[in-house]
């Protein structure tokens, strides 16, 4: 095996951390030493034995013999383990810094909206019976470019108050983020809202004040019809305005969809909750001057980008290979691996981009497919689902 090279890899790494990233590791308490025999002294030594630790999913025996072969300090491993249980609040503070790293976007495509989508994923270490943690991530879509990435345990739930929004900022979620409290937040930070409706969370109300049903209004509606009607959602205090967006899925669309809802058992399927898996339903507060019903069934479909970002992540990173299942060390882990997938973005980044990138200047809008091609700043079309072709078993 080659000698690791911890000198030359090190110093291309450190390029891409914030400046202030020893900094923060003394503001942390990370490398304090009151005591003589100290042997992490600066940030560059701590996240040398951090990363590696992480990166490579390597034992804590085998990442310090490795990292006292290649001439730095040779710690035990016990004394690994508690830097890792310290590490966490110092790992967070530097993801933080570095998806605040702002790339040009081009809001002219959508109303004038900063188009950001969040949602989460989850981690199950081995053996799992459950949830370990849970990764939040908010992504500006025009540029593909993280703004906001938090790391909680299984109790961290999905929630658009987990996130800062500013005015201009549209958030677009899927129906885990649909409710008043979240929408409230949204829209009191001066933001507007595009989120998937769930039947449970988000009570609405007509201009006459009668309470609004939704699967009623569906039911009114032929194969691929839109509908797109005046609402509000009753708040403590006030009416928050909007728009209920309604389209009825294709038949083949709808049966893919009811049997998805049967597979992961949608709501006790339910019969009204079987029945909405045939539509598309959105709530949101843009007006129709800066987004039709049409612009907003594109916009939601675009939120796929943030799924790709969790498939790299965790095709490149191993993001779901947690080593053990010990609650002390699980978040600290989680937020180097967001660490090096954060590198790996700011290392692989080329403008305009948006994966993969496909033919430019063609707006094909085809809702009654599975082929998604809605366009963002740069007018590059979602990728194509693929199914592999069944071929006829031997006899």
Request: glycine share 6%.
């Amino acid at each position: 095996m080659a000698k690791l090279d911890v000198v030359h890899g090190w110093d291309q790494v450190r390029d891409y951390l914030p400046k202030n990233y020893s900094a923060l590791a003394d503001e942390h308490g990370q490398v304090e030493t009151k005591f003589g025999n100290a042997k992490i002294r600066d940030a560059d030594t701590l996240l040398r034995y951090l990363l590696l630790h992480v990166g490579a999913n390597l034992p804590l025996r085998q990442t310090v013999a490795l990292m006292a072969e290649a001439g730095m300090p040779n710690l035990s491993p016990m004394r690994l383990h508690k830097k890792m249980c310290r590490a966490a609040p110092y790992l967070r503070a530097l993801v933080t810094e570095m998806v605040d790293w702002s790339r040009a976007g081009a809001s002219d495509q959508w109303g004038g909206y900063v188009f950001s989508a969040v949602d989460s994923t989850i981690i199950c270490g081995p053996g799992a019976t459950g949830i370990d943690a849970r990764i939040h991530t908010k992504l500006r879509v025009s540029d593909v470019a993280l703004t906001s990435v938090e790391v909680t345990d299984k109790r961290g739930g999905e929630t658009l108050c987990r996130f800062d929004w500013a005015p201009g900022e549209l958030a677009v979620a899927d129906r885990g983020y649909c409710s008043v409290r979240g929408v409230s937040h949204v829209v009191n930070s001066g933001a507007d809202v595009l989120v998937r409706y769930k039947l449970v969370g988000l009570p609405m109300v007509d201009a006459n004040g009668d309470e609004v049903d939704v699967l009623s209004h569906a039911r009114t509606l032929a194969r691929e019809q839109t509908l797109d009607l005046d609402v509000c959602v009753p708040t403590e205090g006030r009416q928050i305005k909007g728009r209920l967006i309604i389209m009825r899925l294709p038949l083949d669309a709808e049966k893919r969809a009811l049997k998805r809802a049967h597979a992961e058992k949608c709501a006790g399927n339910s019969a009204r909750a079987l029945e909405i898996t045939g539509y598309v339903v959105l709530f949101t507060t843009a007006t129709r001057s800066r987004l039709s019903a049409q612009r907003c069934l594109q916009a939601y479909r675009l939120r796929w980008q943030i799924e790709l970002q969790f498939k790299r992540w965790k095709s490149l990173c191993s993001f779901d290979a947690l080593p053990n299942m010990r609650d002390d060390t699980i978040l600290a882990w989680l937020y180097g691996k967001v660490l090096l997938g954060v590198l790996l973005d700011r290392m692989a980044f080329t403008p305009t981009e948006l994966s993969p990138p496909e033919d430019q200047g063609r707006l094909v809008v085809d809702l009654s497919s599975d082929v998604v091609r809605p366009v963002e700043a740069n007018q590059h079309p979602l990728p194509t689902r693929h199914r592999r072709a069944s071929s006829p078993r031997a006899a």
